[in-house]
């Protein structure tokens, strides 16, 4: 079976976001300055074959958590759907 994720990246929410600032500050400049904070990720979308939804969301679980994210600053979650 195809499935498709669509995984987003974000930074911890108790980390300080450099680029979310400086897109902030961009805001306040075109007078956006309603827009309280911007913290800015990664979406990517994989296509993967597994034979069940649970091995598919394994694999996604796996490449998530030791390549797509650096735990140690990012956080993740993802959608399976089929394709």
Known sequence: MK????????PRPE?????GKAVLLG??????????DVRIGRHI?????AETEAIANEKVEKACSKLLANLI?????????QA
């Open 15 to 19: 980390l300080l976001d450099p680029q």
């Open 73 to 81: 600053m990012e956080s993740y979650t993802f959608e399976l759907k």
């Open 3 to 10: 499935f498709i994720a669509e995984i987003d990246v974000m």
């Open 27 to 36: 805001l306040e400049h075109l007078g956006l300055d309603q827009v309280s």
């Open 45 to 49: 979308t994989l296509q993967l074959e």
